[in-house]
């Protein structure tokens, strides 16, 4: 079993929609959660970072963790045809040696058609 | 600043065959990183570097070699290229500052490599 799971998709929705992506993940000692974004055949990008457990909020996205169940979730409000990209959910521990040791998810692959 | 740039962008190899992959960065970061990107895998860490001169293994370091002699630049060498081995290369790096840092890694644009 993978310490971070996240379903690949690809998922279609209509512009405006709003999108739920999400991550499940084993480790306990996972503290630090991202969300990156990765357009077609380009490197992958920071999109929203959550220490912890709660909510962050950011423009159209908001992020949000539940470590009780080891779940994470990033939705995007009035979803537009340029969020179509890969989503990929990534995690550390907490303490100096876990500093950029990340595990990434799968990636979401998310296409939002006008 | 061109942040992160790789070289080559693409590359075929026969089984058997070396070759070195470049990563270069201008944003003076300690940190640096290379991950394989393979379709329902998501993204490896294979080995990474935390300042000139260190290197230490990821998650799937077995055929690959990196040196970190510059600052600025972490190669990926692949001594006998096995078809396993085709993949998205990406390179990454970041800077830990002495506050709690947001792990931003800025990743470079990927080299596809192919290994017949």
């Known amino acids: 079993q993978k310490e971070v799971e996240q379903d690949p998709g690809p998922l279609s929705v209509p512009e405006g929609a709003i999108v739920s992506l999400n991550c499940t993940y084993s480790?306990?000692?996972?503290?630090?959660f991202m969300w990156y974004r990765q357009y077609s055949r380009k490197g992958p990008e920071l999109l929203m970072y959550?220490?912890?457990?709660g909510n962050k909020e950011d423009g159209r996205f908001t992020a949000q963790v539940d470590k009780s169940s080891k779940y994470i979730s990033l939705f995007i409000r009035d979803s537009q045809p340029s969020d179509s990209a890969t989503y990929l959910c990534?995690?550390?521990?907490?303490?100096?040696?876990?500093?950029?040791?990340?595990?990434f998810g799968q990636g979401t692959i998310l296409t939002v058609h006008p | 600043n061109a942040g992160v740039t790789q070289t080559p962008k693409f590359r075929v190899l026969k089984t058997g065959q070396s070759m070195t992959l470049l990563c270069a960065q201008d944003?003076?970061?300690?940190?640096m990183y290379w991950y394989r990107q393979d379709p329902g895998m998501g993204l490896r860490l294979i080995h990474y570097?935390?300042?000139?001169?260190?290197?230490a293994k990821g998650e799937v370091p077995d055929g690959y070699n990196v040196s970190r002699l510059k600052k600025q630049n972490f190669l990926l060498g692949l001594e006998s290229a096995a078809p396993s081995q085709t993949s998205v290369y990406f390179c990454?790096?970041?800077?830990?500052?002495?506050?709690?840092?947001?792990?931003?890694?800025?990743f470079g644009p990927g080299t596809r490599l192919t290994v017949l």
């Open positions: 990454a790096s970041s800077q830990r500052s002495g506050r709690a840092s947001t792990d931003t890694q800025y």
């Open positions: 480790n306990s000692a996972f503290q630090y």
């Open positions: 959550t220490y912890s457990s």
């Open positions: 990534a995690m550390r521990g907490a303490g100096g040696t876990s500093y950029g040791k990340l595990t």
């Open positions: 944003m003076n970061h300690e940190y």
């Open positions: 570097s935390v300042g000139e001169g260190t290197t």
